[in-house]
Every structure is written in structure tokens, then in C-alpha cells.
């Protein structure tokens, strides 16, 4: 499943991105900002989904600290910290 995801991420029409490119101009910076927020918020609700599914026992504090360890599973530092808190 990953190499799909990698796959599809890496597929870029040319088409699609400026037409991509020209609506997010078309928005403006604060629009650019409350869609980028929106897009983070179905993000972090599709993973805490996810996480609280595979783990119904978790306090809040513990759901929140494992999506953000999901989240940030690129940044080797962040995950460091956020395995750091109990």
C-alpha cells in the first residue's frame, strides 16, 4: 500500500496544477491559510479516527500524542519529543 501511496504522490499533472495553482490565487492569503487550516483538521479527525479504532482505551492527552506522532513521523526530532511525554 505504501508504494501506491508514494506512486500517486508522485504523479503530477501539469493540467490539474496549474488549474490548482490559479484557484489558490484566486483565494487570496487568508483563504490560502483557512484552507490549509481545514485541510490539517480532516487530517488529524481521519487519523485520530484511525488511532482511537486500533486503540479505545486511550486518555485523550495519550490520542492526541499518538496523532501527532503519526503527524509528525517524518521529523525525527518532534517524534523524539513527543515519545518523551508520558
Known amino acids: 500500500m505504501t508504494e501506491m501511496l508514494e506512486r500517486d504522490v508522485n504523479f503530477e499533472d501539469p493540467v490539474l496544477q496549474k ?8 483565494l487570496g492569503p487568508a483563504g ?5 487550516a481545514s485541510l490539517f483538521s ?7 479516527y484511525t488511532v482511537a ?11 492526541r500524542r499518538r496523532i501527532a506522532l503519526r503527524l509528525y513521523q517524518g521529523d ?11
Not at 480532516?42 to 485520530?48: D, H
Open 19 to 26: 488549474k490548482y495553482e490559479e484557484a489558490m490565487e484566486r
Open 32 to 36: 490560502r491559510v483557512a484552507r490549509s
Open 42 to 48: 480532516q487530517m488529524y479527525r481521519m487519523i485520530g
Open 53 to 63: 479504532k486500533e486503540n479505545p482505551q486511550l486518555s485523550t492527552r495519550e490520542l
Open 76 to 86: 525525527t526530532v518532534a517524534t523524539k519529543r513527543l515519545e518523551q511525554l508520558k
